[in-house]
C-alpha cells in the first residue's frame, strides 16, 4: 500500500483519480483535461498503475484506464479508521 500513498501524494493524480470515478477513460481523454504534455501525463498513469489503483485494458490502439475500486476502497477504510481516533 506504501506505493498508492506516494501515488496519492500528488494532485494530479488524484485529479485523475476522481475523472476515473465517473467512468472509464482513454489515455487522450485523461490528457485532454490537463494541460501537461503527454508524456507527464503518461507518466501520472504509470505511477498509478504501477501502485494498484488503476487499471488498464488494451484494446487494439487504444488503452482503457479505469479506477481498481478494491484499492480505492482498502485506501478509503485506511483513511476512515484513522479520522475515528
Given at each position: 500500500m506504501r506505493d498508492a500513498w506516494s501515488a496519492l501524494a500528488d494532485g494530479?493524480?488524484?485529479?485523475?483519480?476522481?475523472?476515473l470515478k465517473s467512468r472509464p477513460h482513454t489515455a487522450g481523454e485523461i490528457a485532454d483535461q490537463f494541460s501537461l504534455s503527454a508524456a507527464t501525463v503518461s507518466h501520472h498513469l504509470s505511477v498509478l498503475k504501477e501502485s494498484?489503483?488503476?487499471?488498464?485494458?488494451?484494446?487494439?490502439?487504444?488503452?482503457?484506464?479505469?479506477?481498481?475500486?478494491?484499492?480505492?476502497?482498502?485506501?478509503s477504510s485506511a483513511v476512515s479508521v484513522w479520522s475515528k481516533k
Open positions: 494530479t493524480r488524484r485529479e485523475i483519480l476522481t475523472l494498484g489503483l488503476i487499471n488498464s485494458n488494451k484494446r487494439a490502439q487504444t488503452i482503457i484506464y479505469s479506477l481498481n475500486s478494491a484499492a480505492v476502497k482498502e485506501i
